[in-house]
């Protein structure tokens, strides 16, 4: 279920750019993401819509989001009915973006903080030189993490060796969820049977790119810690992750 507040604004000339945002049980840290969106929203290239897609949260997360969509009209909601991953997330998001925003580019991006919105600009002002999947890496010069144990870090880089091994991508941060990608790109991608529903579905979606022959960047930046709330990457998750990877790897991606 979609929900807005306001009227429709009307857009300048400006090229447009729908961030989706995943949540499940995010309310401690998605009113102070918005916050910084706001902030943003004079610097940006790209004319901005937020919509976050929330997973039935029982922590009052729908409603946080509620509250900066009667402060802003650039903010929106989708409500699904029960949790149903992030990946699929993505592709309703996307799916609302390009049929009812009619945005130009579109975007992913986490709800915990640990992406920094203020590399929304660069990555912003690389898709507009004509790149069609712009990827914040923490694995190019410039990019890495804070706080991570030794085991965290050992889990992403075997995650984006894996990666690497069965997808052959093209870029150093594979599992990266952090992203800007053309409208173009989008509309490929949804042209395919993804299947999976949860963080596999980076890597999928780049297995598709790259067939789909798009063009590619990386924009360094620095993952953050948690500020609030767990972590949804579980070890069930993980061995999904392996799964989906190896599969995509050996048997492709079918059209629908």
């Not at 910084?36 to 937020?50: A, I, N, Q, W």
Request: positive net charge.
């Amino acid at each position: 279920m979609l929900t807005t507040t306001g009227q429709q604004r009307t857009r300048d000339q400006r090229k447009s750019l729908c961030l989706v945002i995943p949540t499940l049980n995010e309310r401690d840290n998605i009113a102070n993401l918005l916050a910084r969106m706001k902030d943003l929203e004079s610097v940006l290239p790209l004319d901005l819509t937020v919509l976050v897609v929330d997973d039935n949260s029982d922590d009052g997360t729908a409603e946080e989001v509620k509250q900066s969509m009667r402060r802003s009209e650039r903010v929106k909601l989708i409500q699904r009915p029960e949790p149903a991953g992030i990946g699929s997330a993505y592709v309703e998001g996307f799916a609302y973006g390009l049929g009812e925003q009619k945005c130009d580019y579109l975007g992913e991006m986490d709800a915990d903080l640990q992406h920094p919105p203020e590399a929304l600009v660069k990555m912003c002002e690389t898709a507009g030189t004509g790149i069609d999947v712009v990827i914040a890496s923490r694995y190019v010069e410039g990019g890495g993490s804070t706080g991570w144990s030794l085991s965290r870090r050992l889990v992403s880089r075997g995650a984006n060796f894996l990666s690497r091994l069965f997808v052959r991508s093209p870029v150093a941060d594979t599992t990266s969820g952090f992203r800007i990608l053309s409208a173009r790109a989008v509309r490929g991608l949804l042209e395919f049977q993804m299947s999976s529903k949860g963080y596999a579905f980076q890597v999928e979606s780049m297995y598709i790119y790259k067939k789909l022959a798009m063009s590619f960047a990386e924009v360094p930046y620095v993952f953050e810690e948690r500020k609030a709330g767990k972590t949804k990457l579980r070890v069930g998750e993980m061995l999904r992750f392996a799964y989906v990877v190896m599969k995509v790897g050996i048997f492709g991606v079918k059209k629908k």
